[in-house]
């Protein structure tokens, strides 16, 4: 409530047309707060009909938020609690704040009721978290460009999927493309490499904040080359830099897989030997997440698809039809590969040689096995992200900074699961 920046109603419900284009007083603050019209998002039958809009904290929200050009309004720091923004109670935890707003409406006189409702609420696969959507600064990739040359080289054959089921998958991922975005709030990564200038004296936005300036931005491969661009946009003036503290998205450090290893950007003997390669073989479920990423980097840093053939294998899922996973634990055991498995598991063994290519087969076992006490790491590339970001994607082309990202607030998680909308 205290983020909210509008009421909105229904355009056809005759309750609220008389207050069409009107406003509301927010009661804590006195904020002239508009009275929306959105068939979109609004449900008339379903309670008062008037919904009031966070476009900061919801999702939904912020969709509706920028169909009328709504201000976002955050109301939490990173650590859950509510920050200069939550007036009076400020300084107060995400849960015990629900608990204080009614009890202050109450006293003045303002609480109508409560009433339980059932609704999604999203928790963190790690630490079981509930996640609190806020506003973070982020870097996007225009991946227009890209996926069209993903789409050109399946119909020219230059890549052939197999099986060509998936070839409408791969076409109705690349058609509805949306812009990528490739910075994460985590501790292990290729780093960004984006730095912000700040002047000496100066009382600047800082970064990673609503205030921050775009033109402060400068991407290098090395700190003395962002240093050089620094003194050639402010001359005569003493400037420090801040390197972002975010790092680059798992599936873009993935995507340059093919040629990084081969010694790129340098023009290796490897490189020339064996990229591209003849064959990928993969699972369906990251056709889009790691092979089309893969190809539209490949063509766009070398300007040749990766690899001429995608061979996607089937899957194998657990009763519960999950695909196996380290994280969730439910996968093969490996001390039945040391000591030997029963016969009804080597029935399953045996059906896993006989599925049929591309479709998903769910394996029923005895008992689960318990969640894994580790998580899976990826192995360093030997090439650093930033060739790909600051050579072919500079930040007047293809990169972009805009600022909306959902990610969980708690102290004890110790990865970032995120949530992500375009803006």
Not at 100 to 118: A, I, M, Y
Not at 227 to 232: N, V, Y
């Amino acid at each position: 409530m205290l983020g909210d920046t509008a009421v909105a109603v229904h355009p056809d419900d005759n309750r609220y047309k008389h207050l069409h284009g009107m406003f509301v007083v927010h009661p804590m603050d006195g904020r002239k707060v508009p009275i929306i019209q959105d068939a979109e998002l609004v449900d008339m039958s379903f309670g008062t009909g008037a919904v009031k809009i966070t476009p900061a904290h919801d999702p939904n929200d912020y969709a509706t938020g920028k169909r009328h050009n709504l201000q976002c309004i955050n109301i939490l720091d990173d650590d859950g609690k509510m920050n200069a923004n939550g007036g009076q109670f400020a300084g107060q935890p995400r849960f015990t704040v629900r608990k204080t707003v009614v009890q202050w409406l109450d006293s003045k006189g303002l609480l109508r009721g409560t009433q339980d409702n059932e609704m999604s609420v999203p928790f963190c696969s790690r630490s079981k978290d509930i996640i609190e959507p806020v506003l973070k600064p982020q870097w996007w990739v225009n991946c227009q460009g890209m996926a069209q040359d993903g789409i050109k080289a399946a119909q020219d054959g230059s890549l052939e999927i197999i099986p060509s089921d998936f070839e409408a998958t791969w076409y109705r991922w690349l058609e509805n493309i949306r812009d990528w975005c490739v910075s994460r709030q985590l501790w292990w990564g290729h780093r960004i490499p984006a730095y912000y200038i700040s002047l000496e004296g100066e009382k600047a936005g800082a970064a990673g904040t609503q205030y921050e300036q775009m033109d402060r931005w400068v991407v290098a491969k090395e700190i003395e080359q962002a240093q050089d661009e620094a003194q050639k946009r402010f001359p005569g003036k003493k400037v420090t830099l801040s390197q972002d503290e975010d790092v680059l998205d798992t599936w873009f450090s993935s995507g340059l897989w093919p040629f990084s290893t081969m010694g790129w950007p340098n023009q290796t003997p490897d490189l020339a030997q064996f990229y591209p390669g003849a064959l990928l073989e993969t699972g369906h479920d990251i056709l889009f997440f790691w092979v089309a990423r893969m190809v539209m980097m490949g063509i766009k840093l070398t300007g040749k698809v990766p690899f001429k053939q995608v061979y996607l294998h089937s899957m194998v899922r657990d009763a519960h039809g999950r695909k196996m996973s380290k994280s969730l634990g439910n996968v093969i055991d490996p001390l039945h590969v040391i000591e030997g498995i029963s016969l009804e598991l080597q029935d399953c063994s045996k059906l896993l040689m006989e599925t049929e290519l591309g479709v998903d087969l769910s394996l029923q076992c005895r008992y689960s096995w318990p969640l894994m006490p580790f998580m899976p790491c990826m192995p360093f590339m030997p090439i650093s992200a930033s060739e790909a970001l600051s050579t072919t994607f500079g930040p007047t082309e293809t990169i972009t900074r805009t600022a909306v990202i959902l990610t969980p607030i708690t102290a004890a998680a110790t990865t970032t699961m995120v949530m992500v909308i375009t803006k």
